[in-house]
Each structure stands twice: as C-alpha cells, then as structure tokens.
Nanobody, 121 residues
Framework: QVQLVESGGGLVQPGGSLRLSCAAS????????MGWYRQAPGKERELVAT???????NYADSVKGRFTISRDNAKNTVYLQMNGLKPEDTADYYC???????????????WGQGTQVTVSS
C-alpha cells in the first residue's frame, strides 16, 4: 500500500512564506513525476507545479517566480517552497506521485490527503 503524507500547511499573512512537504511511503519500485495541485473552495483542482526525476520543473503561470518545487529522490519526498503568498493562493494543496510498485509494472497516480493553506491578514 502506498501513502503520500503532506505537511507544512497553515495560516500565513500576505507576503509570507510556507514550505510544504510530501513523503511517499510503502511498496514503491520507482517514482517518475511528482507534483503539487491545489483546490480552492468552489473551484476545480489545478496544477501548481511538477518535477521530473531529473528535476525538470513546470509551474502554473500564477505561481512562477514565487513558488519553487524540489524533490529528494532518496527520500521519495517532494517539497513546495511558497514565497510572496497572496490571498488567492488560499486552497487545499495536494501532492501527486506518478509511480509503480513493481518492476515493469504500470505507472499509477497517487494522491495525498491534502493540506490547507490560508493566506489572510
């Protein structure tokens, strides 16, 4: 069984920073892409940032220059450093891992349970 556990959410003032972490555990053979998504109240889930095994990154236009995604492959962990936070960044943040649990097996997407980020004064 695979689990993705997120941490690091909370309440922060506009302009502040937070660092989210997500660790994948369980029976994992290999992980390819990892990423962060978010869902604000009344809105659909949207991509925030993704990172490949080789650390190539992709960001939503709304977070470019403010957020940085990184990963530690040895720890099966992905991070999201969020600086210059704005009220519109308020959402539940979910991590995602595209992984397989045995050699030559299919890749599936796994999701964390979500961590809440609130940006408010």
């Amino acid at each position: 069984q695979v689990q993705l556990v997120e941490s690091g959410g909370g309440l922060v003032q506009p302009g502040g920073s937070l660092r989210l972490s997500c660790a994948a555990s369980g029976i994992i053979f290999s992980i390819s892409d990892m990423g962060w998504y978010r869902q604000a109240p009344g809105k659909e889930r949207e991509l925030v940032a993704t990172i490949t095994t080789g650390s190539s990154t992709n960001y939503a236009d709304s977070v470019k220059g403010r957020f940085t995604i990184s990963r530690d492959n040895a720890k099966n962990t992905v991070y999201l450093q969020m600086n210059g936070l704005k009220p519109e960044d308020t959402a539940d943040y979910y991590c995602n891992a595209h992984l397989r649990i045995y050699v030559r097996g299919p890749y599936y997407d796994y999701w964390g349970q979500g961590t809440q980020v609130t940006v408010s004064s």
